[in-house]
């Protein structure tokens, strides 16, 4: 079976931080760029960071540009999205998806999801 599994969410203060991890079995993260969305109750999902496959291009929604950081580890078949100063903005479930042609575009499409891990940011 393919699979992603997101990990690494919880409840954490204004200005506290996170790492989500996006574990892939089944098949090598390698091939694929992979994303970054989030989605708040009520509203609609949203891109928030993707890295590409081989040259390893990062981009990042404004929202978030210079707080989280993607990153992988091809050999631990994982991506990971470090999160500082969160914000409680940032509250939403968080998940990864791949993409097979290995780029990340505006018309990039993702045919894989993981399942989402919570992140809450409140007082």
């Known amino acids: 079976q393919v699979q992603l599994a997101e990990s690494g969410g919880g409840l954490v203060q204004p200005g506290g931080s996170l790492r989500l991890s996006c574990a892939a079995s089944?098949?090598?993260?390698?091939?694929?760029?992979i994303g970054w969305f989030r989605q708040a109750p009520g509203k609609e999902r949203e891109g928030v960071s993707c890295?590409?496959?081989?040259?390893?291009?990062?981009s990042y929604a404004d929202s978030v540009k210079g707080r989280f950081t993607i990153s992988r580890d091809n050999a631990k078949n994982t991506v990971y999205l470090q999160m500082d100063s969160l914000k409680p903005e940032d509250t939403a479930v968080y998940y990864c998806?791949?993409?097979?042609?290995?780029?990340?575009?505006?018309?990039?499409?993702?045919?894989?999801w993981g399942q989402g891990t919570q992140v809450t940011v409140s007082s």
């Open positions: 998806a791949t993409d097979a042609s290995g780029v990340c575009s505006s018309h990039s499409f993702f045919g894989s």
């Open positions: 890295i590409g496959s081989s040259d390893g291009r990062t």
């Open positions: 089944g098949f090598s993260l390698d091939y694929y760029a």
